[in-house]
């Protein structure tokens, strides 16, 4: 889901200037904005979940025994 959502954000905003890059530049470089460019964002973004994602699992294991204890 996230990677759709931020692909597909970047790619529509991207979208908005579609009419000025296509006459200011070329095809190969229509293609490095619409394709290259969202793909290297979005590992960047990923590259930066991971950073807190083990936080986050213990955090939700945490409540989840809490939820099996009933204090939650």
Same mark, same amino acid.
């Given at each position: 889901?996230?990677?759709?959502?931020?692909?597909?954000?970047?790619?529509?905003?991207?979208?908005?200037?579609?009419?000025? +890059?296509?006459?200011?530049?070329?095809?190969?470089?229509? $293609? @490095? %904005?619409?394709? /290259? +460019?969202?793909?290297?964002?979005?590992?960047?973004?990923? $590259? @930066? %979940?991971?950073? /807190?994602?083990?936080?986050?699992?213990?955090?939700?294991?945490?409540?989840?025994?809490?939820?099996?204890?009933?204090?939650?």
């Amino acid at each position: 889901m996230l990677f759709s959502l931020i692909q597909g954000g970047i790619t529509a905003l991207m979208s908005l200037g579609l009419g000025f +890059v296509a006459e200011a530049f070329s095809s190969q470089t229509m $293609f @490095l %904005f619409f394709v /290259v +460019v969202p793909y290297l964002l979005n590992a960047v973004y990923w $590259f @930066l %979940f991971y950073r /807190v994602y083990p936080k986050d699992v213990a955090r939700q294991e945490e409540r989840t025994a809490q939820v099996a204890a009933g204090t939650f």
